[in-house]
Structures are given as C-alpha cells and as structure tokens.
C-alpha cells in the first residue's frame, strides 16, 4: 500500500497509513443547506470520494461522516451578518427548518446522480446542540473564550499556533485589518455561540449557559467529528477556502479540549471556477447541475470533467471542456459495450492506474493509463475487465451502462409488419425488397424461431 496524500497541516505529501488498525475514519465538510449546492461544491465532494474509493480499493473499512450545515453559518465569515439559513428562509417565504430540508435532499439527489457514495453517517448540526454546548463549555473552563454582547467568543491570541494549518501571519492580519471587528479582541477570534439577540425572531435557537441564541458554525464540525471519529482521526477534508479560517478554527477548538489537531491529514481540494470568476453560492450566479441535465448532458460528463484535473488545482470550468468530457465518456462507454464479457483483469494495468491514484489521486494521469489500455493490443475481454475493475474508482458506472433503445420509426415498423405478410404469403422477392428498404434507413431485421425483431444496423 503506497498511498500518498499531500497533508496541507504538515505541508507535504505523507505516506498514508491508518491510526487505529484497518479502519480510516473520515470526515468531510458537508454542505450549507440554504440553497442548492454548484457544480463547484460537487466537484469537492467528487474528489473526496474518489479519495474514498482509493481506500476501500486498498481493502480499509472507511467511515465516514459527512455533516449537514442548518444553522449557524453566517453570511460573513468574520462573525458578522445573518445565519445564511435564515437569510434564505426569508427569501423562499419558507420556514428555516424546511429549506434545510428541501436542499439536503436536493444534494444528496446530486450526489446519486454522479456516483457519489452515500457517507457512513450524515450529521446535523441543529440535531447536535448538547454536544457543542458541551465542546464550548470545556474550552471555557480552560479559559479561552471571552462574552460579547452578541455572543461567546474563541480568544486566538491565548493559543500560541492558532492558525498553523493556514500559516496565518496572525500580526500582519491585526495589522493589515480594515474591516471592523466590533466588540472582538483580535481579528481572528471567531463565535463559537452567538446570542438570539432581542430585534429579529429567530427560527433556529436554543437555550445555552451564555443565554438564548445559536453555535457558531466552527463549533458543529468539532463537536460532531468527535462524537462520531474520535478526538484524533485519519483524514478531515474540504474545499481549500476552509483552509485559513473553518479548519483553522476547527483545530483550535480541538487543541484546547483535547489536545489534538483532530486529524492526522487535512485534505483539500481545489476550486471549480467559471470564465469570469470562482463560483460561489452567495455571489448569487452559480451554476447547478440540474442546469447541465437541462441542456442535455449526462451528469457523469461533469464527473469525468472533474477526474481529468488534479484535485489540487484549480479547474476552469467551459461548455467546451465540458463537450469534450462528454464525447471522451461516450467513447469509453461503447468501446466497454463492443467488449462484450469480461475475463481477467490485466495486472500490469491496474497496478499503473493504481500508481497514478496512490500519488496524490493524480485521476488526469491514471485516466491516461485507461486511455492507452483501451487503444493497446489487449483482448477485448481483458480490456473488460480491466476497465470495469479501475471505474471502482472512477465511478463512472460503465457495468451498468446500457446503449440508449433506439426509437423505431413509424415507417420501418410498417414496412417490417409488410414484410412479414410477405413472408406468409411466401412472396420471397418483396420480403428480401423490404428488408433491403430497411437496412438503408438504418434498421436490421433478425429472424429467430421467436419471430422477427427489429434492430439498429450495427454497421
Ligand atoms: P458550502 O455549502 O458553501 O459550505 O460548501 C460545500 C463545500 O464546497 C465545501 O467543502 C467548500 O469548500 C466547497 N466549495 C465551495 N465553493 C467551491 C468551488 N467553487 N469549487 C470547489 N469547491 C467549492
Ligand atoms: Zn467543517
């Protein structure tokens, strides 16, 4: 087992090796649930679970945790505007509880459709308030935290690397700083519970030791990772925008209640970005991947488009890549119907492609290494094989796929029934006439002692 992972923590690529015997205990950044989920989002938890893929392939008992944001996560990410779930609540004109709802199950309908595997447990935050309280009471008692009159805060100067993970340059932040950090002591302080505040009702709150109010969204992470993962587990990943302020404040948290930097390989994955700009969902414009079913594309299409980037690199998203991702999976797919039967894998094959993934999940390499199987002298029924034995880890369901049924035109069908009479009648001449007329418009007609069935011409 040769995996390698770059550990954005340690800034370096680790030979991967679990903590705790055969099982790889994981956990992913979730969404927030306030709106529908871009392509961009998708692309991060495709790579995640590839990652996934790479370690069930390698034999390991993954659990994975995948929590739900519906609550907390504000429209700034310095600890000021409104919770983005309650935001959109006002503007669907529906309760906070039910968009939650409503785009939870909108992004695990994304997720299906694009292979993703369903985690060991999904988690939400609003279902996990007495484990926060309980998280945010220990770092209190250890004293780092300090009141507001909005809410609780995490005092980052009393901890001596708050912010390694990002190597923040925690002076030139306080000094560079222009935005207004209200009654906060430092610039990178952040809530860990926010009081309800008298002015505007709130939909989401809960009584706490500091008073009525909500956690902040670092805390949820945290706290679930914990109850679910333990206080230090294999592998904690998210999109590289988590980098210098979520997982910063994750860590901290974890640092002063238990003493750990809760992960041994913290995992990012690079941004999805359109023509203009990065994609993002409070910029308004985004793209969904309903938008791409809409014009006709299959969602494993953007799958493959994400596998022919590294997941550490930024990705232009274009029509253009995206037409070339969908010829090059259409290819693949009929070249794996021409295959027929499978028979045995090529080894040599596999252990390429498997080099290329356990490098860092390098997918545009190992997607070469299927591109030059396809194309080699191999026996169709090796090349099957093959195939089918390395899209484990692509998911791109080629076992499944089927060629689409073939409409049968009016026409054909009338000239087969005509044909048929023929044959009955044992006119021989108009029945081979008829079958000639059918094959020029693209139709087959094979007989069998079940009677005659109508087919697309294959040549
Ligand atoms: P959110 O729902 O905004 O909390 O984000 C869900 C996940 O998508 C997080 O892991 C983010 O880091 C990730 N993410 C957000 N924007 C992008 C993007 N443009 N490309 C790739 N991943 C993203
Ligand atoms: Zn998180």
């Known amino acids: 087992m040769k995996l390698e992972l770059y550990d954005t923590y340690q800034r370096k690529r680790r030979r991967f090796a679990p903590l705790q015997g055969n099982e ?23 790579f995640e679970y590839v990652l996934r893929r790479v370690l069930e392939f390698h034999g390991y008992a993954v659990k994975h945790v995948i929590n739900i944001t519906d ?24 309760s906070a509880w039910e968009i939650a709802e409503l785009y939870t199950r909108a992004f695990q309908h994304d997720m299906q459709k694009l292979n993703i595997l369903q985690p ?35 005092d980052t100067s009393k901890l001596d690397n708050y912010g390694y993970l990002a190597r923040l340059d925690i002076a030139g932040l306080e000094a560079g700083s222009r935005v207004d950090i209200g009654e906060k ?13 008298a002015e505007t009702a709130r939909q989401m709150e809960w009584d706490s030791p500091w008073g009525r109010g909500f956690p902040g969204w670092h805390i949820e992470c945290s706290a679930m990772a914990v109850k ?54 409070s910029s308004g414009e985004f793209l969904r991947l309903a938008t791409l079913l809409e014009r ?61 993934v356990d490098g860092d999940l390098n997918t545009p390499r190992a997607l070469a290494v299927v591109w030059a199987m396809v ?26 796929w089927q060629p689409p049924a073939v409409e049968i035109p009016a026409q054909v069908k009338q000239m087969a029934r005509r044909r048929e009479q023929a044959r009955a009648n044992r006119d021989w001449r108009a029945a081979d006439r008829l079958r000639a007329a059918i ?19 294959k040549t």
């Open 24 to 46: 790889v205990r994981m956990y992913a950044c979730g969404p927030t649930v306030y709106d529908y989920a871009h392509i961009g989002n998708l692309r991060t938890y495709i």
């Open 185 to 197: 002591k430092h610039v990178s302080d952040f809530a860990m519970w926010k009081f309800s505040g």
């Open 296 to 356: 006709g594309y299959d969602p494993l299409s953007y799958r493959y488009l994400c596998l022919t980037a590294n997941y550490r690199s930024d990705l232009k998203f274009t029509w253009d890549s995206l037409d070339s991702a969908a010829m090059a999976l259409q290819r693949l797919r009929a070249a794996a119907h021409s295959w027929g039967a499978a028979g045995a894998a090529d080894e040599a094959t596999v252990a390429r492609f498997m080099g290329e």
């Open 439 to 457: 094959h020029q418009l693209g139709f087959d007609i094979e007989d069998s002692v079940t009677g005659s069935e109508i087919r697309q011409r």
């Open 71 to 94: 609550v907390g996560h504000l429209t700034s990410d310095a600890d000021s505007g409104e919770d983005k779930m309650q935001q959109g609540a006002r503007r669907s004109g529906k």
């Open 375 to 400: 194309k080699s002298e191999l026996p169709a029924d090796a090349k099957k094989a093959t195939l089918l034995c390395v899209d484990r880890i692509l998911g791109l369901g080629l076992r499944d």
């Open 120 to 154: 060991t447990i999904w988690c939400r935050a609003s279902a996990h308030i007495p484990e926060q309280i309980a998280e945010i009471t220990q770092i209190e008692r250890r004293g780092f935290t300090y009141i507001t009159s909005d809410g609780l805060y995490f």
């Open 228 to 281: 679910y993962l333990g206080a230090q587990f294999d592998i904690h990943c998210g999109g590289k925008d988590h980098i210098p302020v979520h997982h910063c404040n994750e860590i901290a948290q974890a640092e002063v209640c238990y003493g750990t930097t809760l992960a041994n390989f913290w995992v990012h994955g690079y941004f999805l970005e359109t023509e203009q700009a990065r994609m993002s969902k």
